[in-house]
């Protein structure tokens, strides 16, 4: 589920909003489980695939799709993985967008957060520049 149809069940009534996000909480609680997770102890960084499909035809907005991270994090914290989704143990979250219309998923990997670890790059419009 993406913000779009998130908002629109909240429009509907404040419990289609929250029945709506228990189920797609629910259903990354059933993948934790099946991949059999370890808790984590420290702070770490969370890497989202984000592969999607087409719906009526068109691809989905960037920033409606990434709306699902709040229900992968709500799960992690929920089955005990994470103690909390708060920026103290979630340090990043990184998102990759890619197009697969026969098998559209999402995939996610943690890694134990490193502050040594990464370099983080953006382009302004003058150029390239790093900050570390």
Not at 59 to 84: M, S
Not at 92 to 112: C, L, M, S, T
Request: charged fraction near 30%.
């Amino acid at each position: 589920m993406g913000l779009n149809e998130y908002i629109n069940e909240q429009r509907r009534s404040i419990y289609a909003g929250a029945k709506a996000k228990r189920k797609q909480t629910d259903i990354v609680r059933a993948c934790i489980k099946a991949a059999r997770l370890q808790p984590y102890a420290c702070p770490v960084e969370i890497r989202i695939v984000w592969i999607e499909g087409k719906r009526k035809g068109k691809v989905r907005d960037i920033d409606n799709v990434r709306f699902g991270a709040k229900f992968v994090l709500d799960a992690l914290q929920e089955e005990g993985i994470i103690p909390n989704d708060n920026p103290i143990w979630v340090r990043h979250i990184f998102d990759q967008f890619r197009y697969n219309e026969k098998n559209p998923r999402i995939q996610v990997a943690i890694d134990e957060y490193d502050p040594t670890g990464r370099h983080v790059f953006y382009a302004p419009v003058t150029g390239l520049k790093e900050l570390r």
